[in-house]
């Protein structure tokens, strides 16, 4: 299973083994100039939240041309900048953002119509020039159609066969979540113009294929099937934990992350991976309020007000699980996942947690889906069952793993069981490494307490 992250809850260190970092709550957007900061940061909050369903809808009405439909949402964000600043905000912005972005999609449809008829220089009677105007004019209705599936729509021609699987991460990465190329890079280790390349690139290949934004029929659906989970899990991990920014989550993330598998589970009732991951989803969502203190402070599982969660999603996430096994798909990896995060979710206190049940499950996680960080989340579960030591030698292994290189979840899950192990010095030097690889400040501030006063 390609991707970024593989894993459930909150990695080594926080005590919740197998959550995986997710991307920039602070997403940017290139907003700059000296107009009034409220405007901005209230236009920036709105944009983060709508940003992937306006580019989806101007997508679909663009004929599939998801390049065209990101400078049309650019500008329209340039526009809402320039009005509200000199206007007020709306005071419903989404719609406002929608709509005037549907205006310019209009605007440009209307243009191409236009140059496509003078290039063919076709004489015809005004009868005849009147039908084919109608005919080639975008119908105003259209752009007020229901648009729950548009975004389906955008991530299964994001994952597109005809793109490279390098180039359709780092797409959806940056049309359905949002993330800045210097992001993008980041996450995949790589340099920023290479990142840019690849997204240039993936929208180079899908005008020129004229690949449109539609769902493929059903007898292909299965064949892009994996792609897809791929990146609704990208999209809701980037939502669940923050890599960099001032948030230690996006919730909107995870909300449409939800939805879109919600959605995938209707359109295909006969997979179970599309269960087993949605169920993944409910159930790691069902934390989100009590992973937030007080004062917006990361709350680690161990600490968190357990009635706080969401029972409402953890029934919907066991329920889904039971679909999975109705349907005979139990060692599918998102699956596993999902069971892992069930054994938190059925816990009442977090020394009811079945560790034994959790180690396991990652064993055979780690035979399905083999990944250094499921083999990190392992060791931390592995700690809790056997002991802080055994945990130790398991995470020293993959000291020399690139592919975990720079995560600062390895030398916070060292500094956990050195410190359980009575070494206070050594686990201090190891949050304080981690803290310095972290881009959150809310994680950041978690690893630098530790390194001041390692837990024992």
């Known amino acids: 299973m390609q991707g970024i992250r593989v894993g459930?809850?909150?990695?080594?260190?926080?005590?919740d083994p197998g959550c995986e970092r997710g991307p920039s709550c602070d997403r940017g957007s290139g907003i700059?100039?000296?107009?009034?900061?409220?405007v901005r940061a209230r236009l920036e909050t709105v944009w983060r939240m709508e940003y992937a369903r306006i580019v989806a809808v101007l997508a679909r009405l663009l004929g599939g041309d998801v390049g065209r439909a990101e400078e049309i949402a650019q500008d329209t964000m340039v526009v809402a900048l320039e009005q509200w600043s000199r206007d007020g905000i709306p005071r419903d912005p989404a719609p406002w953002l929608m709509a005037t972005a549907k205006h310019r999609a209009v605007d440009a449809v209307r243009r191409r119509t236009t140059y496509d008829r003078k290039l063919r220089e076709v004489a015809e009677t005004e009868r005849r020039r009147g039908t084919s105007a109608g005919a080639n004019e975008p119908?105003?209705?259209e752009f007020d159609q229901p648009i729950t599936d548009d975004l389906l729509r955008l991530v299964f021609t994001a994952t597109h066969p005809v793109l490279p699987p390098t180039s359709r991460t780092a797409l959806t990465l940056k049309v359905l979540a949002g993330l800045r190329i210097d992001e993008i890079a980041r996450a995949f280790l790589i340099s920023e113009s290479?990142?840019?390349?690849?997204?240039?690139?993936?929208?180079r290949i899908l005008a020129e294929q004229q690949i449109r934004l539609e769902l493929p029929p059903p007898d292909q659906r299965r064949g892009r099937l994996a792609a897809v989970l791929e990146v609704i899990y990208l999209i809701f991990n980037e939502g669940y934990a923050a890599t960099a920014g001032e948030n230690w989550t996006r919730p909107d993330?995870?909300?449409?992350?939800v939805r879109l598998g919600r959605l995938l589970a209707g359109l295909m009732p006969g997979e179970p991976e599309v269960h087993g991951l949605l169920a993944l989803m409910e159930l790691q969502s069902s934390r989100l309020a009590a992973r937030i203190g007080p004062v917006g402070e990361a709350a680690l599982l161990p600490d968190q007000d357990r009635t706080r969660w969401d029972r409402l999603l953890i029934r919907l996430g066991l329920a889904a699980l039971d679909r999975v096994e109705s349907l005979g798909g139990g060692l599918l990896p998102y699956t596993l996942q999902a069971r892992i995060a069930a054994c938190h979710a059925r816990a009442r206190h977090a020394e009811d947690t079945d560790w034994g049940r959790i180690a396991a499950l990652y064993t055979v996680l780690g035979h399905v889906a083999p990944s250094p960080v499921v083999e990190l989340n392992r060791?931390?579960?592995v700690g809790m069952v056997d002991g802080p030591a055994a945990a130790l030698?398991?995470?020293?292994?993959?000291?020399?793993e690139r592919a975990i290189a720079g995560n600062p979840q390895l030398p916070a899950a060292r500094g956990e069981q050195l410190a359980r192990l009575g070494r206070a010095g050594e686990a201090a030097d190891a949050f304080a490494a981690a803290a310095r690889l972290s881009r959150n400040a809310r994680e950041r501030e978690v690893f630098s307490r530790r390194a001041r006063t390692p837990p024992v």
């Open 8 to 15: 459930t809850g909150d990695p080594g260190g926080t005590g």
């Open 32 to 38: 700059g100039g000296s107009e009034p900061v409220d």
């Open 139 to 141: 119908d105003p209705d």
């Open 194 to 203: 290479t990142a840019a390349q690849r997204i240039v690139r993936a929208k």
């Open 253 to 257: 993330l995870c909300a449409e992350a």
């Open 379 to 381: 060791a931390v579960a």
């Open 393 to 400: 030698a398991l995470l020293d292994r993959l000291a020399g």
